[in-house]
């Protein structure tokens, strides 16, 4: 059974940091992309960021810039380096990874889309305050 775990939300005040972090299990993601999405309430969930398995790296542009994303294949982990954050980054963020079709790297997809990846965590909440 794949999980995926997130970790490192919490409250933070404006221009504050935080790590957020995801440990997968149940199945080896090294040849697979792995990727932050967040829902704010009342929102949709959108995509934040998301790194190929060759490390190349997506953002979105409200984040770039103040957001890293990292991966450690021994590990099986996904992290997200969130700095400068604003009361709009409030929101509850997703590790998603994809892995039940061939990488999205040879079927040339979009790492910003929802249904590109099979696999999600439970969520960590994000809240920063003004």
């Known amino acids: 059974q794949v999980r995926l775990v997130e970790s490192g939300g919490g409250l933070v005040q404006a221009g504050g940091s935080l790590r957020l972090s995801c440990a997968a299990s149940g199945r080896i993601f090294s040849h697979y992309a792995m990727g932050w999405f967040r829902q704010a309430p009342g929102k949709e969930r959108e995509f934040v960021s998301a790194i190929s398995w060759n490390a190349s790296t997506y953002y979105a542009d409200s984040v770039k810039g103040r957001f890293t994303i990292s991966r450690d294949k021994v590990k099986n982990s996904v992290y997200l380096q969130m700095n400068s954050l604003q009361p709009e980054d409030t929101a509850v963020y997703y590790c998603?990874?994809?892995?039940?079709?061939?990488?999205?790297?040879?079927?040339?997809?979009?790492?910003?889309?929802?249904?590109?990846?099979?696999?999600w965590g439970q969520g960590t909440q994000v809240t920063v305050s003004s």
């Open positions: 998603a990874a994809e892995g039940a079709r061939g990488p999205l790297t040879d079927r040339n997809g979009n790492y910003q889309a929802r249904n590109e990846y099979d696999y």
